[in-house]
């Protein structure tokens, strides 16, 4: 469901919600505290799309037409579903390939 505070909504996908799991389980193995404050971080970079939704860079990729916002060690790509929803489609690592990312293989 989306959540709005802002200008527009945000509806974060599946695959990105999997993506902060993954980042939390991964950093939670050396310290939950860290992983706790890195999970919130990201959801705050999130949040400041409410307000500026164009605040990403825009980032084209295959058919993929979204934006990305570069935050710490991570990409998350976002796209406008609707004129006033975005969807997070992943938080994406920047040390990983993007032609791994599931979440950006050719979807529509």
């Known amino acids: 469901m989306a959540k709005r505070r802002g200008l527009v909504n945000i509806e974060i996908l599946p695959t990105a919600k999997a993506d902060l799991n993954d980042i939390y389980q991964y950093i939670a193995k050396e310290s ?44 998350i790509i976002y796209r406008y579903k609707t004129k006033d929803l975005l969807e997070v489609l992943t938080i994406h690592h920047q040390a990983r390939l993007l032609s791994n990312n599931p979440a950006l293989n050719d979807e529509e």
């Open 32 to 75: 939950v505290k860290y992983a706790k404050i890195e999970k919130r971080l990201i959801i705050e970079a999130i949040d400041q799309l409410y307000t500026f939704p164009n605040s990403g860079a825009p980032f084209n990729y295959k058919n993929i037409e979204a934006r990305r916002l570069i935050f710490r060690n991570y990409i």
